[in-house]
C-alpha cells in the first residue's frame, strides 16, 4: 500500500510539473507574439514617416542673423536682447504649398516635451507656387531669468499641400546657451566719448582765445586822437595859471604869502 501511495504522489508531482510548464511556453509564446506585433506597429509607423518625408517637396533652411554664428559653432542667445534668424522655404513640387504657421520656444534640456517658455506664433498663410521661394524673418528674445544655463530651443514651420495635408518643419531643435550680457563701454562707445571731449577742449581754447585779443584790442588801441586832445591834463606849474579872473586885493594879499 505504501508503494501505491508513494507512485500515486510521484505521477501528481510529474502532471502538475507538466501543467506548469505548458503554462510557461504558452506565456512566453503570448509575449513574444505581443513583442512581435509591437515591433511590426513600430515599424510601419517608420515607414510611413519615411514616406511622408519622400512625399514632401519643401526645402528648408534656418540662418541666424542676431547674433551671427559661425558654421558648427555652438549657439549663445543673449538673455534679454533680441535675437533674430531667417527661414528659407523653397518648393521643389509641381503644386502650390501654403505656409501656415512659425513659431519658436524654449525647451526643457532633458525633457524637450516640457515647455520652458513659448514664444510669438506668427500666422502666415502664405502661397508658394511651384518652383518658388521665400524668405521668412522671426525675432524673440530669451528672458533675463535664464541666463547662464542651456535650454532646448525648437523652432518649426507649419504648412500645408494642395490636397490640405499638414505638414511640420522641425528647423532647428537642439541645446542653445542662454548667456548674460556684460554691460560696460565697447570701443565704439570709448571713441565718441573721446572725441566729444576733445571737441570740447577745441571749442573752450578757441573761446579763450576769441576772448583775449578783443580785450587786447580794447586796452591797448586807447581813445581816439579827437578825444586825446580835448582832455584836460591839469596844471603842472603856477605860471601856467590864469589869474586874470582874481581880484587884485587878493592877489596882494596872496603875494605877501609866497603865492
Same mark, same amino acid.
Given at each position: ?11 501528481? /508531482? ?14 512566453? $509564446?503570448? #509575449? ?9 506597429? #513600430? ?13 514632401? $517637396?519643401?526645402?528648408?533652411? %534656418? %540662418? ?6 559661425? #558654421?558648427?559653432? +555652438? ?23 501654403? %505656409? ?31 518652383? +518658388? ?91 581816439? +586822437? ?11 606849474? +603856477? ?14 594879499? /596872496? ?5
Amino acid at each position: 500500500m505504501e508503494f501505491k501511495w508513494m507512485l500515486l504522489c510521484l505521477s501528481l /508531482l510529474a502532471v502538475s510539473t507538466g501543467v506548469t510548464r505548458a503554462e510557461d511556453e504558452i506565456d512566453a $509564446d503570448e #509575449e513574444m507574439i505581443v513583442s512581435e506585433d509591437q515591433g511590426l506597429v #513600430e515599424t510601419e509607423g517608420d515607414e510611413s514617416m519615411i514616406e511622408d518625408l519622400e512625399l514632401s $517637396d519643401a526645402d528648408t533652411y %534656418l %540662418l541666424f542673423t542676431k547674433p551671427v554664428f559661425e #558654421e558648427k559653432a +555652438s549657439i549663445e542667445l543673449p538673455a534679454g536682447r533680441l535675437s533674430e534668424f531667417l527661414v528659407g522655404f523653397t518648393n521643389k513640387g509641381s503644386n502650390d504649398l501654403v %505656409l501656415e504657421t512659425l513659431d519658436a520656444s524654449l525647451r526643457y534640456p532633458m525633457d524637450f516635451n516640457f515647455h520652458i517658455q513659448n514664444f510669438t506664433t506668427v500666422l502666415l498663410e502664405k502661397t508658394i507656387p511651384p518652383g +518658388s521661394q521665400a524668405t521668412l524673418g522671426y525675432a524673440f528674445i530669451p528672458a533675463d531669468a535664464f541666463a547662464g544655463r542651456p535650454f532646448g530651443l525648437s523652432i518649426n514651420l507649419a504648412y500645408r499641400d494642395y490636397e490640405g495635408k499638414q505638414m511640420i518643419s522641425k528647423l532647428y531643435n537642439d541645446t542653445v546657451n542662454i548667456i548674460e550680457v556684460e554691460e560696460g563701454l565697447d570701443g565704439e562707445t570709448l571713441f565718441l566719448y573721446v572725441l566729444m571731449a576733445a571737441a570740447c577742449v577745441l571749442l573752450l581754447v578757441g573761446g579763450q582765445q576769441f576772448l583775449y585779443s578783443v580785450g587786447k584790442k580794447r586796452v591797448g588801441g586807447g581813445l581816439p +586822437s579827437r578825444t586825446r586832445a580835448n582832455l584836460e591834463t591839469g596844471t603842472k606849474t +603856477s605860471k601856467q595859471i590864469d589869474m586874470d579872473w582874481v581880484p587884485k586885493n587878493v592877489l596882494n594879499h /596872496l603875494s605877501k604869502f609866497g603865492f
